[in-house]
């Protein structure tokens, strides 16, 4: 089965606005201008994309008219910088964070969960090699389209991303518990028991 993920988060409270910093960047990588060609090479050694490109990006799409009722942001912040600067730019707005998720998996299980994924790229299903497999090698159950995986979900790139994760992201851990925003949900549970625990949460 697959997981309903942040979009199906999205869906179930009110179709807020889903902002995903990897989905936005992935697809200016695929541009033919020396920014995409940058933020490709960028992504592909499994490195962060400079700060200020992020905020800037972030900030541009938070004013849109789809984000006005409420937002989600999926991938961001990466750092204390960002987390600092959004909150800067939230507190100018009158419209503070009210909710922070982490989800908690293991390393060497985060590692077999993204170097086994495969994307349906124009719907973004998603299929797992041992978890969720598609019914034919590679093909996508609904459509009967080839599969893909990205350039950047493979062993070594994915060490680059979890050293940086422990060096950069981790200390928001910190700064939002002290805020008392951050909840902590155990995602090494079957994604459906996920789904309930966040469902839980934002019920409350």
Same mark, same amino acid.
């Given at each position: 089965? &697959?997981s309903?993920?942040?979009?199906?988060?999205?869906?179930?409270y009110?179709?807020?606005?889903?902002? /995903?910093?990897?989905?936005?960047?992935?697809?200016?990588?695929?541009?033919? /201008? !020396?920014?995409?060609?940058?933020?490709a090479?960028?992504?592909?050694?499994?490195?962060?994309?400079?700060?200020?490109?992020?905020?800037e990006?972030i900030?541009?799409?938070? &004013? /849109?008219e789809?984000?006005k009722?409420? $937002?989600m942001?999926?991938?961001? #912040?990466?750092?204390?910088? &960002?987390?600092?600067?959004l909150?800067e730019?939230?507190?100018?707005?009158?419209e503070?964070?009210?909710?922070?998720?982490? $989800?908690?998996?293991?390393?060497?299980?985060?590692?077999?969960?993204?170097?086994?994924?495969?994307?349906?790229?124009?719907?973004?299903?998603?299929?797992?090699?041992?978890?969720?497999?598609?019914?034919?090698?590679?093909?996508?159950?609904?459509?009967?389209? !080839?599969l893909m995986?990205?350039?950047?979900?493979?062993?070594?790139?994915?060490?680059?991303r979890?050293?940086?994760?422990?060096?950069?992201?981790? #200390?928001?851990?910190? $700064?939002? &518990?002290?805020?008392?925003?951050?909840r902590?949900?155990?995602?090494?549970?079957?994604?459906?028991?996920?789904?309930?625990?966040?469902?839980a949460? $934002?019920?409350?």
């Amino acid at each position: 089965t &697959q997981s309903k993920g942040s979009s199906g988060i999205n869906a179930e409270y009110g179709g807020v606005c889903h902002l /995903s910093t990897g989905d936005m960047l992935r697809a200016i990588a695929k541009e033919d /201008s !020396p920014l995409g060609k940058r933020v490709a090479s960028t992504l592909a050694a499994g490195e962060l994309v400079t700060d200020s490109l992020v905020i800037e990006i972030i900030e541009a799409n938070l &004013q /849109s008219e789809a984000c006005k009722i409420g $937002f989600m942001l999926d991938g961001f #912040p990466r750092n204390l910088v &960002q987390a600092e600067k959004l909150d800067e730019y939230l507190e100018g707005q009158s419209e503070p964070l009210n909710n922070v998720v982490e $989800f908690k998996v293991k390393d060497d299980i985060l590692v077999e969960r993204i170097s086994g994924r495969m994307i349906h790229q124009s719907s973004g299903r998603t299929y797992h090699e041992v978890f969720a497999p598609p019914k034919v090698p590679m093909t996508d159950d609904v459509t009967g389209e !080839p599969l893909m995986k990205r350039p950047d979900d493979n062993a070594t790139v994915l060490k680059r991303r979890l050293d940086i994760y422990h060096e950069q992201t981790a #200390p928001l851990i910190e $700064f939002y &518990q002290k805020k008392g925003i951050l909840r902590s949900i155990d995602a090494m549970q079957s994604p459906e028991k996920v789904f309930k625990d966040i469902s839980a949460h $934002f019920t409350h």
